[in-house]
């Protein structure tokens, strides 16, 4: 897969060069269509993000499909179950392709707590899954980060499984760094 260059500048003329799968995978970042599989609670914060305040529209991501023929992005929201896996792997497989997968929240991506015979350990057992977003719940920020590394990834066909990394939330780094600081003192 090829970058796209930059060759010309504001108030330029000519011409510009790009390779094919460079331009697809630009316009097909812009362009998902997601098949949202909920199951449980994650499903909150899966709905935050369509709110306006988080407004996950703003990606070119926000229409979603119930009929995974329509579909190229699943986001699997919530535990999935034994008995629900061969329905997950029959929906992914209806999907167009090329199609991606997100996995919302730890039980999606690990099975989280649900740490028995009923609980599928990572939907990644069951299909392939592009990003995994840790969190129980995620947070709609870290939902959207998810998002965005899922669409650098299509930008650079990237089909390598990729875990988005713990966020550092500047005020809650202050605030622990104050509370070691008053732990230091009183313990003086
Ligand atoms: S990760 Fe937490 S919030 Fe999400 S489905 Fe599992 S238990 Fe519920």
Not at 62 to 78: C, E, I, N, T, Y
């Amino acid at each position: 897969m090829g970058k796209v260059t930059t060759v010309l500048g504001e108030g330029q003329t000519g011409f510009a060069t790009t390779k094919f799968d460079a331009l697809l995978g630009w316009a097909r970042k812009f362009s998902l269509f997601q098949y949202p599989f909920v199951t449980a609670c994650c499903g909150m914060e899966h709905m935050a993000t369509a709110g306006p305040r988080y407004d996950v529209e703003r990606f070119g991501a926000g229409a979603p499909r119930f009929s995974p023929r329509q579909s190229d992005l699943m986001w699997v929201v919530g535990t999935i179950t034994q008995k629900q896996a061969p329905a997950l792997k029959r929906i992914y497989e209806q999907m167009a392709d090329p199609k991606y997968v997100i996995a919302f929240g730890t039980c999606a991506s690990c099975g989280g707590f649900y740490d028995n015979y009923t609980t599928v350990p990572g939907i990644d057992k069951v299909i392939p899954v592009d990003v995994f977003i840790p969190g129980c719940p995620p947070r709609p920020e870290a939902v959207l980060d998810g998002l965005i590394l899922l669409m650098e990834k299509i930008q650079n066909g990237d089909r390598e499984p990729a875990v988005l990394p713990p966020q550092k939330i500047e005020p809650l780094v202050q605030l622990r760094a104050k509370q070691a600081q008053d732990a230091a003192k009183t313990a003086k």
